[in-house]
């Protein structure tokens, strides 16, 4: 049931996307894969052969490392791509001037790095699919990956106010599983344990391997090989007879090891015991001589104490001139305190002299302030009543314009009547 689940990266069809609907105001999209039954189902894929590379913040996302140059990982890579080309597609009906950025980083001669978010729903198993947490994590083992694309996010870029957009994949880590490691204890012993075929000589039949009954369990590795044609040799024979060559059998190489042989090397062997080589009179004198030098050295010892010498004397004079260096500093320290505190009492009274210097000068600024104003006060109470004055004058002869005018319209009315 799961592997029906999984996209197959061996086949790619545009159709097969499905998506939400696209406008301006969305920043992330969610992408499914409809050749899954399932519907809603987002793209998931399987790839083994992974190599822990690094976290970031705690575990929050992984970066695992992938082979491009392998067929598996080499599919994948191209069934994205497809994929990321028929988005783009997709997405230009919206928005103008969009670019995908691939979910890896991308070298010529070294792996892909992808990285992958996880969550609490993560499943992290070993071998044995025995459930493990991710600071389990090793840089040597060897991890199969199931992930998902789980949404598109839509960054917007404004230059010299021209927007343009990228397309970043978001993947996301559903289950991790650790591969067997290599039982390289149990390949060597298979290797060693191997029985090749026996080979026989059709010219020669005295030669052939039958003759040799251990040849057939000769180990098959290189540097085992080279191991068999040692020829162990004890020191005594060395002794006895320098010019004699090691035999060596030419129907095949030695055996690795040959017990008959170790037996004799361990029987020519010299044993020496150390007890009986003790001498008992070279024993007293040792113990005599180490008697008399512990003696010398505890007279010298004594002599040393009995030496008088400066040491104490100095030690005084010197503990005499740091008591006086200390007073010193300390009256230094004390002068220095006192200054400083006539220095800040002398600083308060400047301050509280300038401070009722200042409030002196403020109260005589004050009261020719307050003269001032008197004064343009009376002005402006003069040029006010001479105002008003004059404007009464004006008024009056106004006024008695008016009448004399009044008057002279009436005569002219009686005149005129009479």
Not at 224 to 242: A, C, F, G, I, W
Not at 244 to 260: A, F, H, S
Not at 270 to 275: A, E, P, Q
């Amino acid at each position: 049931m799961l592997e029906e689940l999984i996209t197959d990266i061996n086949s790619f069809s545009e159709k097969q996307i499905d998506h939400d609907i696209i406008t301006q105001e969305k920043t992330y999209f969610s992408i499914y894969n409809n050749k899954i039954e399932q519907p809603f189902h987002k793209f998931w894929f399987n790839v083994p052969n992974t190599k822990f590379f690094k976290n970031y913040s705690d575990y929050n996302v992984l970066r695992f490392a992938l082979n491009n140059k392998s067929n598996s990982v080499s599919k994948l890579i191209d069934f994205i791509k497809k994929l990321s080309t028929s988005l783009k597609n997709i997405f230009e009906k919206n928005f103008e001037g969009i670019q995908i950025d691939l979910p890896w980083k991308e070298y010529e001669n070294y792996p892909y790095l992808f990285s992958f978010y996880t969550n609490e729903d993560i499943i992290f198993t070993d071998s044995e699919k025995n459930i493990l947490t991710l600071d389990k994590l090793d840089l040597s083992q060897t991890y199969s990956l199931l992930f998902e694309i789980k949404n598109l996010k839509l960054v917007k870029i404004e230059i010299d106010n021209i927007f343009t957009y990228k397309l970043k994949y978001n993947l996301n880590i559903l289950m991790i599983q650790q591969e067997p490691q290599l039982n390289l204890k149990s390949f060597l012993l298979s290797k060693i344990n191997k029985q090749p075929e026996p080979v026989f000589n059709s010219n020669n039949s005295t030669n052939n391997l039958n003759h040799n009954p251990n040849s057939s369990l000769k180990p098959q590795l290189p540097f085992l090989s080279q191991l068999s044609n040692v020829v162990l040799k004890s020191e005594s024979d060395t002794r006895t007879n320098n010019s004699e060559k090691p035999k060596v059998n030419i129907g095949g190489p030695k055996k690795l090891i040959d017990l008959d042989e170790i037996l004799q090397i361990k029987s020519r062997l010299i044993k020496v015991n150390l007890d009986s080589e003790k001498n008992p009179d070279e024993d007293n004198k040792s113990n005599k001589t180490n008697a008399n030098l512990e003696n010398t050295l505890m007279e010298q010892k004594s002599q040393l104490k009995k030496v008088k010498t400066k040491e104490k004397s100095l030690l005084k004079h010197l503990e005499k001139q740091s008591k006086k260096k200390k007073k010193h500093d300390k009256t230094i320290k004390e002068n220095l305190d006192l200054e400083l505190e006539l220095e800040k009492y002398t600083d308060n009274q400047l301050d509280i002299e300038f401070k009722k210097d200042k409030k002196i000068k403020s109260t005589e600024q004050d009261t020719i302030n307050l003269e001032n104003e008197l004064e343009e006060y009376k002005e402006n109470k003069d040029i006010k009543k001479k105002d008003k004055k004059d404007k009464k004058n004006k008024k009056d002869k106004k006024d008695k314009k008016k009448v004399e005018k009044e008057s002279d319209d009436l005569e002219k009315e009686l005149e005129m009547f009479g």
